[in-house]
């Protein structure tokens, strides 16, 4: 081939291809920033583009970025519960990005409700969330947590609508969604899945993440193309915090006290910082962390009847009574930490990381005294008698749960590309709980069960020689020790995940 059927060519190929880059290059942008009029950040605000009828919702940080807009002039819409209505004219470009700053004001109708509730924001925050979202989902944020006294992340999401729990001592521990079992709803942090820290259980332990680590939880009742399908419950997603426009410090703190088992007390305290740097604040870094500990105590009793007296009109009889006091001692530390660089206008990348470890120590006594009455004499079905026992038990699980995700978002003219690499572990240290249980050396007992004494059938009255037969330590010998704690089980997941979409016209309709 000759040298000058080469150029034309090559002349040829770069026309050809020169036409679509043209065509971008024509085309422009729009980003944007929603805050209140005090610069407080609006997610979920919905942003419309008229005439063209495209509609976006602002981020975590109140950005929205609209591509693959011609050349001319639009109307911005934007529109948020509990606030007026903002509109802007704005020219876009070819080659070029428009930028618009929406400040919204107050509704007057709603001022007053704002004014006087502390979590009144975070509450309109979840209402715009639920509605721009693409899929039907429930949003709790930090505002609301924080206002509510719970001690755990279980506990907060037991608040929501179609969400019960599982509870452990009088603490929330697994989530059920729509009454689905535990095992069918997934958990993930930042959109990664963890694994359980738990052997041998797929359900996540909510009770061992804090419940102010968070900027907001979600709970996904219908999956989305994005999401792994072993959530048929539901999918419930933690996002933790990221530096927002203006510098944020927070520190708060509460202690209690309260007198069962000899007095117990409990503190929490909690603590944020971050910013963005930078003139045009393209990086930012936030870090938090909490820690509470909670000296639970319970001390209840246990009366088993006898089926002879179940009957209505039956003066109630109690064969046998556990006297059980529990002492806890469970302590809950959680860092979460994030850094994002804005590489361009709708290009960043991110790091995020989470970690939160939760210390389910416990003491447990038990103390069973049983009835010898003679059985047949006051016409009994389950008199077996017996001396008194005595075991004891130590809780010593320590749960561990981590993530780490590095990932980014790239917008084009008329395309974007999400990529994530993400690593999360789980850990569980001591799984059985060491038990030593003691059985009475008396070759027979006096205790009985006194029924003349007992005015309220759920306080029934023993015999005095009951409790001085139980706690005698000179008549008890070791009987058997068991559940032996066993060491480290551990469970980690790489994840790395990409995602393409690209602009389309069918017809009058315009893909987003």
């Known amino acids: 081939m000759s040298n000058g059927k080469r150029l034309l060519l090559v002349l040829g190929a770069v026309v050809v291809l020169g036409v679509p880059a043209l065509a971008q290059e024509r085309k422009g942008g729009i980003r944007g920033h929603v805050t209140d009029n005090s610069g407080g950040i609006l997610q979920g605000a919905r942003i419309e583009l008229q005439p063209t009828g495209i509609i976006v919702v602002s981020n975590t940080q109140g950005e929205f970025f609209i591509n693959d807009v011609d050349p001319g002039s639009f109307k911005i819409s934007i529109t948020y519960v509990g606030f007026d209505g903002f509109t802007k004219q704005v020219t876009v470009s070819a080659g070029q990005i428009a930028s618009l700053d929406a400040k919204l004001e107050v509704g007057s109708q709603n001022l007053e409700v704002l004014v006087t509730a502390g979590r009144a924001s975070g509450e309109a925050e979840e209402i715009n969330r639920q509605l721009t ?17 719970n001690a755990n992340m279980a506990d907060a999401l037991g608040r929501l609508p179609s969400v019960t729990l599982e509870r452990d001592e009088g603490e929330g521990k697994y989530v059920q969604v729509r009454g689905t079992e535990p095992r069918l709803t997934s958990v993930t942090i930042n959109g990664i899945n963890v694994p359980s820290p738990e052997s041998g ?12 680590i968070v900027e907001s939880v979600e709970i996904n009742k219908t999956l989305q193309a994005n999401m792994d399908a072993d959530g048929i419950g539901g999918s419930v997603n933690l996002v933790t915090k990221t530096a927002g426009e203006r510098p944020t410090i927070t520190l708060n703190g ?39 500990w909670n000296g639970r105590g319970i001390d209840d009793i246990e009366p088993v009847p006898d089926i002879a007296t179940l009957l209505p009109g039956s003066p109630r009889w109690f064969d046998t009574i556990d006297q059980r006091e529990y002492r806890y001692y469970r302590s809950r530390w959680g860092l979460a930490g994030s850094t994002d660089y804005k590489l361009a206008e709708g290009s960043n990348i991110y790091l995020r990381g989470f970690y939160s470890d939760f210390k389910n120590f416990g003491d447990r006594w038990v103390y069973t005294l049983n009835d010898n009455t003679d059985p047949v004499a006051a016409g009994l079905l389950n008199g077996n008698g017996g001396a008194p026992s005595f075991n004891t ?12 995700v590095l990932g980014g978002k790239h917008v084009r003219t008329s395309s974007w590309f999400a990529w994530d690499v993400s690593a999360s572990r789980s850990r569980q240290l001591g799984e059985n709980d060491p038990t030593a249980s003691f059985r009475s050396n008396l070759a027979s007992s006096s205790c009985t069960f006194d029924p003349a004494a007992t005015k309220n059938i759920y306080l029934p009255q023993w015999a005095p020689v009951c409790y001085s037969e139980a706690h005698d330590p000179t008549t008890m010998s070791l009987d058997r020790i068991g559940g032996a704690a066993i060491g480290l089980t551990a469970q980690l997941n790489l994840q790395v995940t990409g995602a393409v979409a690209k602009n389309y016209h069918l017809g009058s309709h315009l893909s987003r």
């Open 201 to 212: 259980v797929r359900q996540i332990k909510l009770d061992a993440i804090p419940a102010d």
């Open 133 to 149: 979202a693409d899929n039907l989902v429930q949003v709790l944020t930090s505002d609301v947590i924080r206002s509510l006294p």
């Open 393 to 404: 038990q130590i809780r010593l699980p320590d749960y561990g749960i981590g993530s780490l």
């Open 254 to 292: 509460m202690s209690g006290y309260t007198p069962i088992v000899n007095g117990r007390g409990l503190v929490e305290t909690a603590a944020t910082m971050g910013q963005r740097f930078g003139s045009d604040k393209r990086f930012g870094a936030l870090i938090g962390g909490t820690y509470d």
